[in-house]
């Protein structure tokens, strides 16, 4: 196997939980092969290092083996490698998102049934 579509391997390697899922993210530009915008059908080899955005996570992963049959997670991670500034930037930003959590006041209780109605016509009286 000399080459395989990108969206194929994006699902293959567990990045996706479908095809379209990939091809959606790959053509709104979540996806860039060698540092630019790819199309779904573009044949993806090994050595090509793809940068990969799926929400507030960045991969960049390299290459290392095709496959266009979704297997176990163990399989999938053996297709790619991911770079260790890659790990790092993703660590870091974990833990940011974990810190930004712990910093924001938790509420001290649950609204009553008064509040709760409260909070719904303040926001149907502001939606207008």
């Not at 996806?31 to 929400?55: E, F, N, W, Y």
């Not at 500034?85 to 609204?111: C, F, G, N, T, Y």
């Amino acid at each position: 196997m000399d080459s395989v579509r990108i969206d194929s391997w994006l699902w293959a390697a567990r990045f996706f939980k479908t095809r379209t899922l990939a091809k959606t993210a790959i053509e709104g530009g979540k996806v860039h092969v060698d540092g630019s915008r790819t199309k779904p059908s573009k044949a993806v080899q090994p050595g090509q290092t793809l940068t990969i955005t799926k929400g507030t996570e960045h991969f960049e992963v390299i290459v290392r083996d095709l496959s266009s049959k979704r297997g176990p997670a163990k399989i999938a991670q053996t297709l790619y490698e991911e770079t260790p500034e890659s790990i790092a930037k993703r660590e870091m930003s974990s833990e940011q998102r974990k810190l930004a959590r712990a910093a924001e006041a938790a509420p001290d209780h649950r609204p009553s049934k008064k509040e709760r109605r409260d909070i719904q016509r303040f926001k149907r009286d502001n939606d207008m």
